[in-house]
């Protein structure tokens, strides 16, 4: 009968929480480890910076990098090597996560930390869960892994996300306008867009405004700033800024 209840108790703290026992623990992740008919020794830590525990009787242990079953083994070595138990039976259960999440940055509606799990493992879903791309985010996303920057589309393609990843949602490139339009200010570059298009994103002239007085100040190849009477038909490039003049009565 004990021995079926032993049983009992290792199985459920092994199947605590919703982390896999395939997963590695990391730096960060908080654990409850049970050794059997040993209250005593039952320990609530958090992984350190240097991967290890601190266990009754025997101290500092590493089980970074080991799933549940593996550091549970690990501890249970260490408390009969140091024959502290004949036959100690330990269980590792997750109880909060914090190696396998990423951080989402950039243009999304709420930046932060994020959790993967089996069913949000995929860029698609985290940026998702960041509330999606704002409307000056660009077409493209950079994800971080182990200091190597890809670079990929913000949508339509599956990628797998590692915990301790960091997604940059780069902002897209904008265009300013100014002086006599409904609405100046920032406005995103669309792609083969013209000055007309670009009057139109600020709500087009005001009454005392002209289409044929158009500015355009633009940063040439040698750094230096460019002014030049603009026409409708102009191609808009990044970091443009476009200046609609009143008419001329």
Request: glycine share 10%; charged share 25%.
């Amino acid at each position: 009968m004990m021995k079926r209840i032993a049983i009992g108790i290792f199985l459920l703290a092994m199947s605590a929480g919703a982390w896999a026992q395939a997963d590695k623990l990391g730096v960060g992740d908080a654990i409850h480890v049970t050794v059997f008919q040993q209250p005593d020794l039952t320990t609530d830590a958090r992984i350190s910076e240097k991967g290890t525990i601190a266990m009754p009787l025997i101290g500092e242990v590493k089980v970074a990098g080991l799933s549940q079953p593996e550091a549970a083994t690990q501890i249970a070595g260490k408390l009969k090597d140091g024959q502290f138990l004949k036959n100690p039976q330990v269980a590792v259960a997750v109880t909060t996560v914090r190696s396998r999440q990423v951080s989402v940055l950039g243009a999304v509606a709420r930046p932060g930390r994020y959790p993967l799990d089996d069913t949000s493992s995929q860029l698609s879903d985290v940026i998702a869960a960041a509330g999606g791309i704002t409307a000056a985010g660009a077409d493209t996303v950079v994800v971080i892994r182990d200091g190597k920057e890809t670079r990929l589309p913000a949508i339509g393609k599956s990628f797998e996300l590692k915990g301790g990843e960091t997604i940059n949602v780069e902002r897209a490139p904008v265009f300013y306008i100014h002086g006599e339009v409904a609405r100046s200010g920032a406005y995103r570059v669309e792609p083969n867009m013209t000055v007309m298009q670009a009057i139109a994103a600020g709500g087009g002239v005001t009454p005392r405004g002209s289409d044929r007085r158009l500015k355009l100040r633009r940063v040439g190849a040698d750094g230096k700033l460019v002014e030049k009477d603009a026409s409708l038909k102009d191609p808009v490039k990044a970091d443009d800024v476009i200046f609609v003049k009143e008419a001329l009565f």
